[in-house]
């Protein structure tokens, strides 16, 4: 399978607890995406990179939200300190210029 | 006002039914126009896009965009149970994608 993977699929994590999540992208696009997806809503533009770097960032990217991509590859996307407003589905995509955006399925949190 | 509005259904109709799912923006200069089809616990994948006015067909899906009003449409002919999904109504900005808010559709057999 050459999609976008998302790692992990489901995560429960404590209130307050430090969480990690991992996108890894279809290999020949530059441009990478991370959104956030509450129930019953559309997904919401979180930060955008173009190789390594990180271009934008949404004001809903809070300073408990870090996103790293390292050599342009792989993406991670951090939350310290967890609050139960951060349970949502966050989303990578993952394209070239010009290209359509291909999503990955999403890593699922629950903040209890 | 948000960018992008899309009544959230939800949406249930029988198959074969015609099925309307549509969508209003604000800024008059958006060019692209895109329609998303989410299926449970996956992510967004592209359905169609158009560009600026007009119609696009593809198999039983027609997108419509009526710049004038600033309203975008996405209609599916002869829908089946494999069509029940939420819809996505996106449009390009800069370095990014904005979503309405998802129409949840049932198509029941």
């Known amino acids: 399978d050459t999609g976008v993977s998302q790692n992990p699929r489901h995560k429960i994590t404590k209130r307050g607890q430090n969480v990690t999540f991992r996108c890894d992208p279809i290999?020949?696009?530059?441009?990478l995406y991370w959104y956030r997806q509450t129930l019953g809503q559309g997904p919401e533009f979180l930060t955008y990179?173009?190789?390594?770097?990180?271009?934008?960032k949404s004001r809903l990217l809070s300073d408990r939200f870090s996103a790293e991509r390292p050599k342009g590859s792989f993406s991670t996307l951090e939350i310290q300190r967890t609050e139960q407003g951060d349970s949502a589905m966050y989303l990578c995509?993952?394209?070239?210029?010009?290209?359509?955006?291909?999503f990955g399925q999403g890593t699922r949190l629950t903040v209890v | 006002q948000k960018e992008v509005e899309q009544d959230p259904g939800p949406l249930s109709v029988p198959e074969g039914a015609i099925v309307s799912l549509n969508c209003t923006y604000s800024?008059?200069?958006?060019?692209?126009f895109m329609w998303y089809r989410q299926y449970s616990r996956k992510g967004p994948e592209l359905l169609m896009y158009?560009?600026?006015?007009g119609n696009k067909e593809d198999g039983r899906f027609t997108a419509q965009v009526d710049k004038s009003s600033k309203y975008i449409s996405l209609f599916i002919r002869d829908s089946q149970p494999s069509d029940s999904a939420t819809y996505l109504c996106?449009?390009?900005?800069?370095?990014?994608?904005?979503f309405g808010q998802g129409t949840r559709l049932t198509i029941n057999p």
């Open positions: 995509a993952s394209n070239s210029v010009n290209t359509e955006a291909f």
């Open positions: 290999s020949e696009h530059n441009r």
């Open positions: 990179f173009q190789n390594e770097a990180q271009l934008e």
């Open positions: 800024n008059s200069a958006f060019q692209y």
């Open positions: 158009t560009y600026s006015s």
């Open positions: 996106a449009i390009p900005g800069a370095q990014k994608l904005v």
